[in-house]
């Protein structure tokens, strides 16, 4: 049997490893639950669907990921309603893993009350059913219960929240963790909105010097060479991992990750180590509501209170996030978290490895052979 796998990253644009993350992971889990069948891959981003010389042969197209597209917005990545709407049209079972939003702040009320696009909604509900139906051919799930909210909420039926393919290595579900008694090496995502980067260094600054210890900032998408000359930080070193999913393994002899970006911060919880997120948008903070993991949002303040509209980053926003800073102390939340023992880490590593349980496995089985 072959599988057709769409991956959301963009290999010639951004080169974002924790897309490229999601769909390496993904590909290893199907491999370990259903017995090593044939996997291609397609990127969204770039590769169109008349690329593909036999669509026929595939027995399920998967989806690594899958936004939903907010009345107002577009479609991204570029291919991915022609994939979709090709496999709906030859009944091939579709099957999304995580479907994750990237709305600005990412409240709960914006996943009560925020509309998707008409045409957005015709599509989804036609493929995998609406809210109150059963489960048909077509299974759609999302990475964080947010996201599940939103969909519901606007008719669409879902299989639930299995948590980002990322979280979950088949070697080192239930194992030990990894919970350093002294911090050595350091970790600190660089963030995806620029306003966010100096607050970035200025937290590594203060966690170098409270830890005495080594502290790298990691980039997970590429720099320009224009961004890359006027970054004059160079006491800390600025470390891109950008363009593959294994440059991620750069992260394996750090202690602690501290950082915006989502799959550092999984990166670590996969390999059970403790990470604080700093949660930027609806990406990071669903999955820390999720989870109720170590960290929380850095929206100022008066943006993350219950909105139920839609907000757009603009300029003047941005000069309000430069000047802002979380309501929280990353740095005091994270000795306290080592002071008391790992408690917010290990009932995070527990909920993971019952959602593979109750969850994310159970869908993996439900591809068809």
């Known amino acids: ?48 669907v008349d690329q593909v010389e036999d669509f026929d042969k595939y027995k399920a197209v998967i989806f690594a990921g899958f936004a939903p597209r907010i009345e107002g917005t577009g479609v991204a990545p570029k291919y991915r309603n022609r994939y979709f709407k090709e496999a709906v049209k030859r009944s091939i079972p579709v099957f999304v893993f995580g479907s994750g939003w990237t709305v600005y702040p990412g409240t ?9 696009d008409d045409k957005e909604i015709d599509q989804l509900v036609r493929a995998f059913g609406d809210a109150d139906g059963p489960l048909q051919q077509n299974v759609l799930s ?31 579900l239930f194992a030990k963790p990894e919970l350093p008694d002294e911090i050595k090496k350091v970790a600190v995502s660089m963030p995806h909105n620029p306003p966010h980067f100096v607050y970035a260094y200025e937290l590594a600054k203060k966690i170098k010097q409270e ?17 890359r000359a006027l970054w004059k930080h160079n006491d800390i070193p600025l470390v891109d991992l950008a363009g593959d999913a294994n440059h991620l393994s750069y992260y394996k002899d750090f202690d602690l990750h501290v ?8 990166w670590f919880l996969r390999n059970r180590k403790p990470s604080l997120l700093l949660g930027e948008d609806g990406r990071g903070y669903g999955h820390l509501q999720t989870f109720r993991g170590l960290g929380d949002s850095v929206v100022p303040t008066h943006y993350l209170k219950d909105k139920p509209r839609m907000i757009h980053i603009n300029y003047p926003m941005y000069q309000t996030m430069k000047t802002s800073f979380p309501d929280f102390d990353p740095l005091q939340m994270v000795k306290e978290e080592i002071l008391s023992g790992y408690p917010v880490t290990k009932r995070t590593l527990k909920s993971i490895d019952r959602l593979w349980v109750n969850k994310m496995e159970p869908l993996l089985q439900m591809l068809p052979d």
């Open 1 to 48: 049997m072959t599988y057709l796998v769409l991956s959301t990253f963009p290999a010639n644009g951004s080169g974002n490893s924790g897309d490229a993350f999601i769909t390496q992971s993904l590909m290893q889990l199907i491999r370990n639950v259903k017995g090593n069948p044939l996997i291609d891959i397609r990127r969204l981003a770039e590769e169109d």
């Open 108 to 116: 709960k009320g914006q996943s009560r009350s925020l509309h998707l």
């Open 142 to 172: 999302t990475r964080d219960y947010p996201t599940d909210q939103l969909l519901m909420n606007n008719g669409v039926k879902t299989y639930g929240t299995v948590g980002d393919c990322a979280l979950f290595d088949m070697n080192q």
């Open 211 to 227: 830890f005495s210890c080594h502290v790298s900032i990691t980039l997970h998408s590429r720099w320009s060479e224009k961004r």
């Open 259 to 266: 950082g915006f970006r989502l799959h550092g911060h999984i």
